[in-house]
């Protein structure tokens, strides 16, 4: 049967409706998930599907949240506010024990400085509070010596990004982005949801694999003590699931800058529209320089935490290694665990973002976006 799917999409583009359709049609039947896409500030795609989901529906997003704590930090590099060169201690005087004085906070965002997570860990009500994560950092020894490798920094990236813009400023990286970039824009991507806005918030729902994914899973066992353990805080004696952290209220409430956020699809790409486009009359928020600096490939090669190939800009995804490759060089974004993915592609203009309720297998960007992002981009060229 022909699955519902609702919404519209521009001339052009049908054939992103085609393929998001063909995707859903072979999903289970409780499938919710939105799909939005912006070329040169746009709308071109706004599509959703599922009982119960509707275009402004929350989900959480985990790491695509990451995104928007990179682009208030592109802002402040912007105008002169941060320097990418200038030691973090510059800012953050505490952050020099335990041999970090000399990490620069270009390091820091490309996810070099080897501060992955604690020795003992983080407690459940720590992982809500970023200015707890950066407290409790600043005296930990980084897990390599800072600059000679890299390695996904998952629950501590955004809260050391945010000691930074709030020794800086004076103010948290929350309430940046919400001035600056969420409330003008009026997006649907939140960094500390209003209790007002809970209603619209649908919770995320466990993993459903097959017995032939399962068995996958189940043969990739990572040690208690490993730099994977320690990075998703799976080393504490009752660790906190991931998809237990993006349901917590009190998660929601705080919105720690790593992977609490929650945002329909029209959110995520609405944002990169905003940072490479001219978006209902306002000029981008980011300048050509900017966005060249912030998609220029800083860290690329075996990320030792994912223990896979994996290429970083400034804090953001290379979306273009190795995920997509066709993407234009510089393409930047990020993607969450549950399978959300969200980027800037400067060179064809073409902002994308994608939610998802049910969390994906194998984590990470839902595979079907592979599929959804070629037929967008292709549009976009077309165009």
């Known amino acids: 049967m022909t699955p519902v ?81 200038r030691k973090v201690t510059y800012y953050w005087p505490e952050f020099a024990a335990e041999g970090k004085g000399a990490v620069t906070l270009r390091e820091l965002l490309s996810h070099r400085a080897g501060l992955i997570g604690l020795d003992a860990g983080f407690t459940e009500a720590e992982l809500a509070d970023d200015r707890a994560i950066a407290e409790r950092l600043a005296d930990q020894r980084p897990f390599w010596r800072p600059g000679t490798a890299f390695g996904y920094h998952a629950f501590t990236i955004g809260a050391l990004a945010g000691e930074v813009v709030r020794r800086a400023t004076g103010r948290t990286l929350q309430e940046v982005y919400e001035d600056r970039i969420r409330a003008p824009y009026g997006l649907d991507l939140h960094l500390g ?61 705080k919105g720690p800058a790593s992977a609490g956020g929650v945002a329909a699809a029209r959110g995520l790409a609405g944002m990169y529209a905003a940072a490479i486009s001219e978006v209902a009359g306002q000029p981008p928020l980011l300048k050509p320089d900017t966005i060249a600096e912030v998609g220029q490939i800083h860290s ?61 297998f194998p984590g990470g960007a839902a595979p079907e976006n592979d599929r959804l992002v070629r037929a967008a981009h292709a549009a976009a060229l077309a165009g």
Not at 52 to 80: H, I, M, R
Not at 226 to 245: G, K, R, T, W, Y
Request: hydrophobic share 35%.
């Open 300 to 360: 690329s090669g075996y990320d030792l935490v994912a223990r896979t190939h994996k290429s970083f800009g400034l804090g953001f995804h290379a979306v273009n290694d190795p995920w997509y490759p066709f993407l234009g060089a510089g393409a930047f974004g990020h993607s969450g665990a549950g399978g959300s993915q969200a980027f800037a592609d400067p060179r064809s203009g073409l902002a994308y973002g994608y939610t998802r309720r049910r969390y994906a």
């Open 193 to 253: 949801l209003p209790e007002a806005l809970e209603p619209r918030y649908r919770s995320v729902r466990p993993m459903a694999p097959t017995p032939e994914q399962q068995a996958v899973l189940d043969s990739e066992p990572t040690g208690p003590h490993s730099l994977a353990s320690i990075a998703f805080n799976m080393q504490v004696p009752d660790p906190v699931e991931l998809l237990d952290h993006a349901n917590s209220r009190t998660v929601r409430a």
């Open 5 to 85: 799917i609702h919404g519209t999409v521009a001339d052009g583009f049908e054939t992103v409706r085609e393929e998001f359709t063909a995707f859903v049609a072979g999903e289970r039947p409780d499938y919710e998930g939105q799909l939005c896409a912006y070329v040169h500030g746009r709308k071109v795609v706004d599509l959703w599907a599922g009982e119960g989901c509707e275009p402004d529906s929350l989900y959480g997003v985990f790491s695509s949240t990451k995104g928007a704590a990179f682009l208030v930090v592109a802002l402040l590099v912007q105008e002169g506010t941060l320097e990418l060169d």
